[in-house]
């Protein structure tokens, strides 16, 4: 009996490990394999190998010099879209939430199912017309145009999630502070912020990722190539020259995807609280 | 006695800040002031137009004209940017309504006060009392506007869109005018065959897909969860880290990657399947294989958040209630079923729901992998994996068929919106928010 159980569950065991090596293969496989053609001599997307016969850094060295790919200049765009977009846009959704969660005023409930449907509407669909709202006001082919449009759809998303990971700050820490003579700056600054930092975390990194994948709506707005972002610029090399230059946009595709990996290895911890403290209290 | 108040109210109609100029509040009345002589030069030119735009949406097109004997192409009304000035002026006339409502009631009610025998606020004391009781509702006034004219004026013109003839290849300014239709455009899409075939078999795709891939990544995530989180796994940390690797990489990285991997004559994928000595397959050019490669796809992307996402939630079981059942006889597999699945399930139905609405909306996982292909010559322009959101798209972007994009977009846009109020107002966190703390 004992012996039966312990053989049960060392098969238990041996099968886990052998399924979760299967999953591990298949999680890192692309991410590797993307990296490996990067150092591959030769420009075409077959191989005979996964591991190349020699490797070499000319791909990195041809993003970054030659003048049909300007990649130094569109990363240093995206850099500034994404952390100025990141900042506005995380100020917009905490103030937002902030009042949300801790106010009770007329229209509140109604001011959160319509945050909720908004976020609902395909965002493209309303492309042509902020297209034309920009160029209202002037602002075709400018930075300032993504930021303001990344930051001000900002609230639409995070919003609800913010809200409920402010719930779970107890409400009697404000009372104190309130009857300590706090005002509602005092609140915010002292209290909510502090205490939020995996939420805020969570959020600044979605921002921050936003500019760096979009490229539908970039792909609008930025006309000139020096303006580009890099999504921009990696959706046109993979869609003008289909596959005759695959290991130049795996070389880019690993200088986007590395710093954002490491800013996720960094913050993994305050990512899954903030993940899930915000969406899973039902 | 009621002088005051009625005298400030007449005032603050009669032009915005008199009222509070009479009521001695000189601050406040001048920025009212300023406001309201800002927009009326604003608007002078504007409201008229504005108003004749949006009923008329132009009336002259382009068209050649003689002057001085000499035949020359003149310019005529660009109905969409016609509309959309309208709808701008028209928002900001709004706005200036509101101001100009709020002005009068805030006048009459300074008034009231001051028959009442109390002094009227200075401007230090209103501003202290708007941070203290009308917080939230000033500190959402800069996000809101951002949604105003970012969300819900896009949101607007897209839906008066539906109801005009702006399509190509009759009806595209500058060259023509477009007019108003009414619901032409739904009764040719929902009715018309050749459209009404297109939509519903897109349609029926949108919802297997949905389904499909919300069911696929959840109930994934949940395994694997499991799995790692097993007595006697040992480096629960390290597993977690590896798997969480693909939600790490950027989407559209992946997408991309995934296109390439899967490509039927130099993806590795296709190579492997030769080693062992299988044929290849047609990932991405069978219809029947393509919807099978966008499903699996999406679980190597989705799967790693759910995971986590359910990982925290296991952390949040009790584990008395474990042992409670461990002492009563439990199997492992009574365990999950009794106590693990239906904890998961109560705390993450929220999620569960936005990821099936989400997935409708699903627009880069169909769009940047197949582009909706392979084509199917059956439909109207959309191929046999296009999603409803890639097919309107595809309407927009390479068709011009701008109102029948705006139309289904409306329809989706119906589903999706009344499917998640439904159940977000029904979740305990809407409900019952106060009875948490």
Do not use: C
Request: charged content about 15%; aromatic content about 14%; proline content about 4%.
């Amino acid at each position: 009996m004992n012996i039966g159980r312990k053989l049960a569950n060392v098969v238990r065991l041996a099968v886990s490990y052998i399924i979760l090596i299967v999953l591990a293969v298949a999680a890192l496989y692309p991410a590797l394999w993307i990296l490996l053609a990067s150092f591959r001599p030769g420009k075409s997307l077959y191989s005979k190998t996964l591991i190349p016969e020699h490797f070499t850094l000319a791909h990195y060295k041809e993003l970054f010099t030659s003048p049909v790919y300007m990649f130094g200049t569109w990363y240093a765009n995206t850099l500034k879209i994404a952390v100025f977009s990141m900042l506005i846009g995380v100020v917009l959704t905490l103030l937002t939430s902030y009042a949300l969660s801790r106010f009770r005023f007329k229209s509140r409930k109604t001011t959160m199912s319509t945050l909720l449907i908004l976020g609902m509407f395909p965002g493209f669909m309303s492309m042509i017309a902020i297209y034309l709202l920009l160029k209202e006001f002037n602002l075709l082919d400018t930075h300032l145009a993504l930021i303001i449009v990344y930051a001000a759809g900002a609230p639409l998303g995070g919003t609800l999630i913010a809200k409920g990971f402010l719930d779970t700050i107890p409400r009697s820490l404000d009372e104190a502070a309130r009857i300590d003579g706090a005002s509602n700056f005092g609140i915010f600054a002292r209290i909510i912020l502090p205490l939020s930092r995996p939420m805020i975390t969570y959020m600044a990194l979605t921002q921050f990722v936003g500019p760096w994948v979009d490229f539908i709506f970039a792909k609008l707005v930025l006309r000139t190539k020096e303006n580009w972002t890099v999504a921009v610029g990696m959706w046109d090399m993979v869609n003008s020259q289909q596959n005759t230059n695959f290991t130049l946009f795996a070389a880019g595709a690993v200088m986007i995807s590395v710093p954002i990996m490491i800013l996720f290895g960094f913050l993994q911890r305050m990512l899954v609280d903030g993940l899930t403290a915000g969406a899973s209290k039902g | 006695m009621q002088r005051h108040r009625t005298r400030a109210a007449i005032l603050s109609t009669i032009f915005m800040g008199l009222g509070q100029i009479y009521n001695r509040q000189f601050i406040k009345g001048l920025i009212f002031l300023a406001v309201e002589a800002l927009s009326l030069i604003y608007f002078v030119n504007k409201l008229g137009r504005a108003f004749w735009g949006i009923f008329t949406l132009g009336d002259s097109p382009s068209r050649l004209e003689k002057v001085k004997g000499i035949a020359k192409m003149v310019p005529g009304d660009h109905s969409i940017v016609i509309l959309i000035e309208s709808l701008i002026t028209l928002m900001f006339f709004a706005i200036i309504l509101i101001a100009w409502y709020m002005n009068i009631r805030d006048a009459y009610k300074t008034g009231a006060e001051r028959e009442a025998g109390l002094e009227s606020n200075t401007f230090k004391q209103t501003v202290r009392y708007i941070l203290d009781y009308k917080f939230a509702q000033s500190f959402l006034i800069l996000p809101g506007m951002g949604i105003l004219f970012f969300t819900i004026m896009p949101i607007i013109f897209m839906i008066m869109l539906a109801f005009t003839n702006f399509a190509a290849p009759d009806h595209i300014p500058p060259a023509k005018l477009v007019d108003w239709v009414g619901f032409e455009t739904f009764r040719n899409l929902l009715f018309l065959k050749s459209w009404s075939h297109t939509f519903y078999g897109v349609l029926t795709w949108t919802i297997v897909w949905a389904v499909l891939s919300t069911v696929t990544t959840y109930f994934g995530g949940l395994l694997v969860a499991l799995l790692v989180n097993q007595r006697g796994i040992r480096f629960k940390g390290f597993w977690r880290i590896i798997l969480i690797v693909p939600y790490a990489v950027p989407q559209m990285i992946s997408l991309l990657l995934m296109r390439n991997l899967f490509n039927g004559q130099f993806g590795p994928i296709n190579q492997y399947l030769g080693y062992f000595g299988m044929g290849s397959l047609p990932w991405l050019t069978d219809p029947f294989w393509a919807k099978v490669t966008v499903i699996i796809v999406n679980m190597w992307v989705g799967i790693p958040v759910s995971m986590l996402l359910i990982m925290g939630v296991l952390t949040t079981i009790p584990r008395d209630m474990y042992e409670a059942a461990e002492v009563d006889g439990a199997t492992n597999y009574q365990k999950f079923r009794i106590i693990t699945l239906p904890m998961v399930l109560f705390s993450t139905a929220p999620t569960l729901i936005m990821q099936f609405a989400g997935n409708i909306n699903n627009f880069n996982a169909i769009y940047l992998l197949t582009g909706g292909n392979p084509v199917n010559g059956n439909y109207q322009y959309a191929g046999s994996t296009d999603l409803l959101v890639t097919w309107l798209y595809k309407l927009t972007a390479d068709q011009n068929k701008n109102n029948m994009a705006s139309a289904i977009g409306i329809i989706l846009f119906i589903i999706v919106a009344g499917f998640s109020l439904y159940n977000y107002r029904r979740t305990k966190s809407f409900k019952e928010e106060d009875m948490i703390q």
